[in-house]
């Protein structure tokens, strides 16, 4: 008689152990509601907290919830109890590309094929702000049709961290991968570092070795530093031109992913991945989950972190768990997703008016101020037009439409200086934004007092 299994807040059954490491163990599992296959990390929070690394598990988090793209692995939802946090993510049953490289090198095609999706991945990354800086063929996974899927987002760092020069400073990474800027201790570039390990990877796969290998560490740092690697001799001159411009020891002078992605060798073939459709879910169970989420706390010692999917992947501007509990006192779990609200320069509101009438308020409060408009899917973008003290000031706005009648928007600076933005905020935007607003959120606590949630 099989073994029972044991089931985790009574909605996945845990299946066998996929791998494990110091802090983590990795499990398959299936959600016994829609029958769904997943992977569950499960994290000792005692022993992170004992060594100090919380801050890279609320880093990992807030990531993943920024990067829903088909070809990086998704985070579906997060729970936690009074020992663990467990994360429920996408099951890529592949394997990793490592095992592929390890039976030897890759015909050109497929290496081109990996290589494009992981461009397509890193730039859709780097869109949002968000530097792997652990690039490698053990980090990346393959799905059921061969597709690449990017993960471990565990060294990531956001663009908010890079301090008052514009540069990332952490030293990490895996040393054959590794950018020569990072291994100089000078400040790097994220967007910059991943090119680079970008190029190793492609190299790697068509080769079946490193470009940089030496038993001895520093030598490896030397030729790493210097762009000391020689061709084989099966390497078609398109791809060399290609490497030496991505493997070029000068970041100011390396090539750029927009570049990549030009280069005639890289679009042969090339294709965009689409991500599968899936059916939409019924608008009262979102109204549901709202009303869930907005509910006190119970007595359990676990802590079910909402999802507006259920466990399925989700669009890319539907509203995730994260979001729907930091607007609620009883949920309010913010500080283990992000740092303090304070320190970044953003807002959210509710509203329950029309996707489209919030659409075109920013798009009132623009015209006057001198700001350009694109608007895609749910984001406005508001690109200022004159030069401030750090450039032209760039602010997005997301609208997530939990139902027809309910929005939560998310507004931030993506580029320009932080006071001058904080300026315009408070003088312009958030008054001019009266007529949609239902309430503010700041630090969870709502700045009036709200009506009802609307039916």
């Keep these: 008689m099989e073994k029972k299994r044991a089931a985790l807040m009574q909605k996945y059954e845990l299946g066998r152990l996929l791998g494990q490491g110091t802090f983590a163990k990795v499990y398959h599992a299936r959600n016994l509601k829609t029958d769904l296959n997943v992977a569950i ?29 088909p070809n990086v692995v998704e985070l579906y939802e997060v729970m936690a109890s009074k020992t663990k946090i467990y994360f429920a993510m996408e099951f890529v049953k592949g394997g990793e590309l490592f095992n592929k490289v390890l039976k030897g090198k890759l015909k050109e095609d497929v290496a081109r094929k990996y290589f494009q999706q992981l461009i397509e991945a890193i730039d859709f ?30 060294l990531s760092a956001l663009w908010e961290s890079r301090r008052q020069d514009g540069l990332l400073h952490t030293t990490c990474g895996t040393p054959a991968y590794v950018a020569p800027e990072i291994i ?79 280069n005639s060798w890289f679009r042969r073939g090339y294709k965009r991945f689409e991500a599968p459709q899936h059916p939409q879910i019924e608008a009262n169970m979102l109204v549901k989950d709202v009303h869930a989420a907005f509910a006190p706390s119970n007595q359990s010692s676990e802590i079910k972190m909402l999802s507006p999917r259920s466990g399925a ?13 930091s607007l609620s006192q009883g949920f309010d779990l913010s500080g283990l997703f992000e740092k303090d609200a304070k320190q970044k320069p953003e807002s959210r509101f509710t ?12 798009e009132e409060i623009a015209a006057p101020e001198k700001f350009s408009v694109m608007k895609d899917h749910g984001l406005v973008k ?15 706005a997301e609208i997530f439409e939990v139902t027809p009648s309910f929005s939560i928007v998310e507004v931030k600076k993506t580029a320009g200086d932080t006071l001058e933005y904080q300026e315009f905020y408070d003088h312009d935007l958030k008054p001019s934004l009266k007529d949609v607003v239902w309430v503010w959120h700041g630090n969870g606590q709502p700045q009036q007092q709200p009506q009802p949630l609307p039916a």
């Design 313 to 325: 992947p989700s669009r890319t501007n539907s509203f995730n768990a994260f979001d729907l509990i």
């Design 382 to 396: 508001l690109q200022g037009r004159r030069e401030g003290r750090k450039g032209q000031l760039a602010i997005d």
């Design 41 to 69: 990390k499960v994290i000792d929070k005692e022993k992170v907290l004992r060594v100090g690394l919380i801050d890279q598990i609320k880093r990992e988090i807030s990531v993943m919830r920024l990067v829903r793209h």
């Design 184 to 262: 100089n201790k000078k400040g790097y570039d994220g967007s910059k570092a991943d090119i680079w390990s970008c190029g190793v990877i492609l190299f790697v796969l068509m080769a079946g070795y490193l470009p940089f290998h030496d038993s001895n560490l520093m030598e490896m740092y030397r030729k790493i530093t210097k762009g000391d690697f020689k061709y084989p001799p099966w390497f078609p001159q398109e791809v060399r031109k290609l490497l030496s411009k991505i493997l070029n020891p000068n970041p100011n002078t390396r090539i750029t992913v927009a570049m990549i992605m030009e």
């Design 125 to 154: 990354c780097h869109s949002r702000g968000v530097y792997h800086r652990d690039l490698k063929p053990e980090n990346l996974l393959l799905d059921e049709n061969g597709d690449l899927k990017v993960t471990d987002f565990g």
């Design 351 to 362: 509203s329950t008016k029309s996707a489209s009438d919030i659409m075109s308020k920013f």
